[in-house]
């Protein structure tokens, strides 16, 4: 569309907000005075992230609108249209949390967290290992037998380990 054709340039002014707001939170001042104009400065340019994030939204709102009123002319545009707007929730979403967190101060509950756009399900796991001590997926529990063949599995999808053991008889052992 003719409203889109520097979307290149779009692209390099939303990056360009998003790291100059990124670079401000490194910073790591031991003075309480100069650690307050810090959190000022970083305010401000998460302030700016976001007017320019959501310039665009209105945009993408615009060209939505208009695509709507002109008609859809197949089902690719459909699906099209269909996907703008999954990815217009998801940026609306993201704006809301980040002027939450940072400018507002509010901890996010870890319910309303999105760790992929591409794959919802996607669950932060904390292992507790040195290393590697969190990943992103899904967990999945596995019965083997003795030599490694899968008797049984289960996808477990906001589910614990402790939710889908199987309890032990308590007692002495039989032999």
Known sequence: MSDWRQSA?????VKIAMRNAQNKKRSKAKNKNQSAKNEAL???AH???LNVAQSYLDKVGQT??????SGLADA??????TQIESFFAHAVRQIDQIKRRVILGEVIPHAEK???IF???TEWISKGKAGVPVELGVKV???EDQYQFILHYQVMQQQTDDQVAVEMPVGSPRL
């Not at 340039?9 to 002014?13: I, L, T």
């Open 141 to 143: 529990c596995i019965l």
């Open 119 to 121: 794959q919802p399900h």
């Open 42 to 44: 970083i305010i401000e």
């Open 114 to 116: 999105v760790f992929s």
């Open 9 to 13: 340039y779009n692209v390099r002014q």
């Open 64 to 69: 939505l609108a208009s695509i709507t009123q």
């Open 47 to 49: 302030q700016t992230y």
């Open 76 to 81: 690719i545009d459909l699906r099209k249209k």
